[in-house]
């Protein structure tokens, strides 16, 4: 161990020793220094959780995962052994591979020892052909070789309804599963402090304010990164394997869902806060958090539920807790007007400075009291406890 | 100078301070000395704005304390608080940042301060894998990271071992001699006794008696001596205006009617033989703290 020569010590602006304090009002800018520091810390921490990494690389995987295996099992042309070389050339425009075959009997051995998947042999019908295979006619193999009505699709951009199952489901589930992990992650962080006491140390550092906005913004920040990751890797592995129109139409769905997602957050990563104040240990967070989790529950079930239920949607895209997933959606499936997503967002916005409001009150009240479960009640009164601000 | 002036608070009808008043000056140690539950934890919240009081008022230099002149002070929680899954380090940088330092001067203060307390070589370890007396290290630390112009320590020092308690002291005690106040509670009298300058006694609520330790000796001292001689000091019961605390041989205790009468009982004992040893008792903090909380 060394010997610590000459103790220095480091003041960032000398005040006279002894000599009054210089009383400075707190700026808004020290608030903000304060909160930036707050939300780099809950960042620097979660980079730093193994299970939130492995979580966010799980999700990519799985959003890589539901768009490429399907194109990848779906495609994968068949090969065929065609004995009529007249029909090589249709065959292999429709991706099919061919390969050439002597007569009947062998194009038949090929079929049966599985080298190739059905054989085109020339039919007792003059011209005409027949198609050997397996055990079940090829699909692909008979539409090939079919002369197909010619078709006017009146809505060429129509939805399967595959996809129409699948989109409210994606967007739902990216809300809902961001809300609730972060929303959790931010009552933890907010019970740990209190249940080390650190809270009162932090306090009389920064105000109460600058610790739940770090909270928010720190959480936010990172959940929207990992949203972002998940939404561009979908993007990019589903331009890879598909060109369609799909893209194209959940375009705006998806530039509308950014401004929802962020705002739906941070309402509910408020309402989490509190949660996690009111408690002051761990085990007690899931208890006082049960109606945050249900406003996150429910309406990722409703929209999940009765997306075809367009009157049902319509209400559910401007109430605030859903609007975040309704109103992607109903954007997605062509329903919305112009209008409809600029008003839903302005009431979210509303409602979600209502409701940050009220909650920092609350986490105000909550935070300092120590003695177990704090009621909602005293939270709102807490004005006794709450740390003198001037 | 921190002024705590008629200082009332009131929990569910229950008074746990009543007119509570006393001064910390710069560059003394004060102790602040009471049983468990007298108030101690409660005036320091209060201080530190943790907590209202129902009335009277805390001023610092004079002026009502804002939140930007208590970024100034350094606090230690009694029940202690720190991040356990962050290294030492990191949170320290970290409280000393909150506190408006910026990033190389926290640095730079945090490793000056690891140094000091001891704790250097554990600077990058999690703060769970410390032992509890190196954590207790760590807490201080964090009281001091961003040299505060005032130091409330609730218990610095209880649960730690004589050496860690010699590091700390030293170390609050370079702060109190740089012209800082330090307001420090604990129950261990005999660590108070060895380190305060001053004291503030509370019991139940109110303060009890406030001064400088030395101070508080002379007043509470009775005029109490202790005589050893080469007999039997048997014969000191039959001297006028003494009474006998303790009689044990060759020494005697004894309690003087008048102190004036000190050189009298002196010169007895030489006319008899041999004194080996004559002093003045001066009273424990442990003796005062019992007669004045009584």
């Not at chain 1, 960042?43 to 995987?61: A, G, K, Q, W, Y």
């Not at chain 1, 890589?64 to 009529?84: D, H, M, Y």
């Not at chain 1, 209008?339 to 909650?359: D, H, K, Q, R």
């Not at chain 2, 509670?185 to 005999?190: E, F, I, K, R, W």
Request: charged share 20%; with cysteine.
């Amino acid at each position: 161990m060394t010997t610590a020569s000459a103790p220095v010590t480091h003041r960032p602006t000398e005040p006279p020793r002894g000599g009054p304090a210089v009383a400075t009002v707190p700026s808004r800018a020290s608030f903000w220094a304060a909160t930036r520091l707050v939300a780099g810390r809950e960042i620097t921490v979660r980079l730093r959780d193994r299970t939130f990494l492995f979580s966010t690389v799980f999700f990519l995987l799985l959003a890589v995962g539901a768009t490429v295996l399907p194109a990848l099992l779906g495609g994968g042309g068949s090969t065929v052994a065609v004995v009529a070389t007249d029909v090589t050339a249709p065959l292999e425009q429709a991706g099919l591979t061919v390969v050439p075959a002597g007569d009947t009997g062998q194009a038949e051995r090929l079929v049966r020892d599985g080298t190739v998947n059905a054989a085109v042999v020339p039919a007792d019908v003059p011209g005409g052909v027949r198609i050997i295979a397996l055990d079940h006619a090829p699909d692909d193999l008979v539409t090939a070789l079919s002369t197909a009505p010619p078709v006017d699709l009146l809505d060429p951009d129509g939805i399967s309804p595959v996809l129409a199952l699948l989109v409210p489901m994606f967007f739902g589930i990216v809300f809902f599963v961001s809300s609730l992990a972060f929303g959790v992650q931010i009552a933890q962080s907010v019970t740990e402090e209190k249940q080390t006491r650190i809270v009162e140390i932090l306090v009389t550092a920064v105000p109460v304010r600058a610790l739940l906005a770090g909270k928010v913004l720190g959480n936010g920040a990172l959940a929207l990164v990992q949203v972002a990751m998940l939404g561009l890797v979908s993007v990019v592995s589903l331009r890879l394997v598909d060109s369609g129109p799909l893209l194209d139409l959940l375009a705006p769905a998806i530039g509308w869902f950014v401004p929802f997602f962020v705002v739906g957050f941070a309402l509910l990563a408020s309402l989490w806060a509190v949660a996690g104040a009111l408690v002051s240990r761990q085990e007690d967070i899931s208890g006082a958090s049960m109606p945050v989790q249900m406003l996150v529950m429910l309406p990722f079930f409703a929209v999940v539920f009765l997306h075809d239920k367009p009157v049902v949607m319509t209400v559910l895209s401007y109430v605030p807790f859903s609007a975040p997933t309704a109103m992607p959606l109903r954007l997605f499936a062509g329903e919305a007007a112009g209008w409809e997503p600029i008003l839903a967002l302005l009431l979210l916005l509303g409602a979600a400075a209502l409701f940050v409001a009220l909650a920092a009150r609350l986490y105000e009240g909550a935070l300092l009291r120590t003695n177990g479960r704090v009621s909602l009640r005293a939270a709102w009164r807490g004005r006794e406890i709450r740390p003198a601000r001037r | 100078m921190l002024r705590v002036s008629a200082v009332s608070r009131t929990f569910d009808g229950r008074r746990v301070l009543d007119d509570v008043s006393f001064e910390v000056a710069p560059g003394r140690m004060t102790g602040f000395v009471g049983a468990n539950g007298a108030g101690k934890t409660t005036s320091m919240r209060i201080i530190l704005g943790l907590l209202a009081a129902d009335s009277g008022e805390v001023t610092w230099h004079g002026r009502p304390i804002t939140r930007a002149v208590r970024q100034r002070f350094g606090y230690m929680p009694e029940e202690r608080g720190l991040y356990p899954k962050m290294r030492v380090r990191e949170q320290l940088v970290y409280l000393g940042r909150l506190y408006g330092l910026s990033a190389p001067a926290a640095r730079r203060n945090v490793d000056d301060l690891l140094e000091r307390v001891g704790l250097s070589e554990r600077a990058d370890d999690l703060l769970e894998t410390l032992s509890l007396g190196n954590q207790q290290r760590a807490q201080v630390a964090a009281a001091l990271v961003h040299d505060p112009e005032l130091l409330i320590l609730d218990e610095p020092f209880s649960g730690l071992d004589p050496i860690a308690v010699d590091t700390l002291a030293t170390v609050l005690r370079e702060r109190a001699a740089d012209g800082v106040p330090v307001l420090f509670s604990s129950h261990q009298l005999d660590v108070v006794e060895r380190l305060c300058d001053d004291l503030v006694v509370i019991a139940g609520g109110t303060i009890r008696a406030t001064g400088s330790r030395d101070e508080l000796r002379t007043r509470y001292a009775e005029p109490r001596y202790e005589l050893v001689v080469d007999g039997d000091a048997g014969w000191v019961r039959d001297l006028p205006g003494v009474s006998i605390v303790d009689l044990d041989g060759p020494r005697v205790v004894f309690d003087l009617a008048d102190p004036a009468d000190d050189q009298r009982v002196l010169r007895a004992a030489l006319d008899r033989g041999p004194v080996r040893a004559f002093a003045p008792i001066v009273p424990s903090l442990t003796e005062i703290f019992r007669e004045v909380t009584q």
